[in-house]
Nanobody, 118 residues
Framework: QVQLVESGGGLVQAGGSLRLSCAAS????????MGWYRQAPGKQRELVAT???????NYADSVKGRFTISRDNPKKTVYLQMNSLKPEDTAVYYC????????????WGQGTQVTVSS
């Protein structure tokens, strides 16, 4: 069974940077998609960025140019480098993994808090 463990969240001043990591364990299909989602208080969970096993990336318009998603396939780890952080980036960030076998399986980490102060 797949498990995801996130790290790197914390408190940072506006304009600062943070780097989130998410390490997966277990069997992962050759084709897969890893990504980050976030949920602010009173808001719906939203897509931040995704990256496929071949390296194709996708970003929300609100973070494009500021955030960079990357992955290390041998380590089964995905990263989110967040620069020029804004108070509106404050949220719980969740790691996501989609794997493909008999079914498409959706896996989630427990979330890590990112707080950006003004």
């Amino acid at each position: 069974q797949v498990q995801l463990v996130e790290s790197g969240g914390g408190l940072v001043q506006a304009g600062g940077s943070l780097r989130l990591s998410c390490a997966a364990s277990g069997s992962i299909s050759s084709f897969n998609v890893m990504g980050w989602y976030r949920q602010a208080p009173g808001k719906q969970r939203e897509l931040v960025a995704t990256i496929t096993s071949s390296g194709t990336t996708n970003y929300a318009d609100s973070v494009k140019g500021r955030f960079t998603i990357s992955r290390d396939n041998p380590k089964k780890t995905v990263y989110l480098q967040m620069n020029s952080l804004k108070p509106e980036d404050t949220a719980v960030y969740y790691c996501n993994l989609k794997t493909y076998g008999l079914w498409v399986n959706d896996h989630w980490g427990q979330g890590t808090q990112v707080t950006v102060s003004s």
